[in-house]
């Protein structure tokens, strides 16, 4: 079995928030889907490690996010890289809050929506949400962006007809982190882990 042919499933890009009494917390994530129609139930999944995880375990309800192909690399690099364990994420930034009181950066993003959680899942090293929608708004007709859209963005907005000109990116099979670093990924020392759930270099294949 070639276990990389996940890879071809397409995913987006998100900001999630959370708030659980004082405490509150914006991450990126890239997986989340609308699960029924009947009822209207959506999907998020997050790495447990996370501290909008911790804060969305309590509070049991979110905002999201969908970035558009505009989105900013910079926008995308606080809320992702950043931990609100280290401090006031969300300080210097346009947040807002969702009718659930939820923080929500809507920024760069195409449409925002607001979940209530009705059934968890655990996946181990994530949790799977699944939630009833609870508000939602369309903000722009701009395409979402992409994982790979957002790939070829950190690459300097190479158009997609270079991509196979880009330098190999290599995937974490743990978390899905994908590494596209200037150094080469088999450059990289041999004690070197995954910046998001420090696994090492033998669990990525190549993308």
Request: proline share 4%; hydrophobic share 40%.
């Amino acid at each position: 079995m070639d276990e990389t042919a996940v890879f071809k499933i397409s995913y987006g890009l998100f900001f999630i928030g959370s708030r659980y009494e004082d405490k509150e917390n914006i991450c990126v994530i890239n997986t989340a889907a609308q699960v029924t129609q009947e009822p209207l139930r959506i999907s998020v999944t997050l790495l447990k490690t996370s501290y909008t995880h911790q804060l969305l375990q309590q509070s049991g309800q979110f905002s999201l996010g969908i970035l558009g192909q505009s989105a900013k690399l910079d926008a995308i690099a606080h809320f992702g890289q950043t931990s609100g364990r280290d401090g006031d994420k969300l300080s210097g930034w346009a947040v807002e809050h969702d009718l659930l009181g939820n923080p929500l950066f809507a920024q760069g993003c195409v449409a925002t929506l607001s979940g209530k959680v009705v059934q968890r899942v655990d996946l181990d090293t994530h949790t799977l949400f699944i939630a009833d929608l609870a508000d939602a708004k369309v903000l722009s007709d701009e395409p979402p962006m992409t994982y790979g859209d957002y790939r070829l963005l950190k690459a300097g907005g190479a158009p997609k007809a270079a991509a196979s000109q880009e330098k190999a990116a290599y995937q974490c099979t743990i978390c899905h982190y994908v590494y596209d670093g200037e150094i080469p990924f088999e450059e990289l020392p041999e004690d070197w882990v995954c910046p998001v759930c420090r696994k090492p270099k033998s669990v990525f294949v190549r993308m």
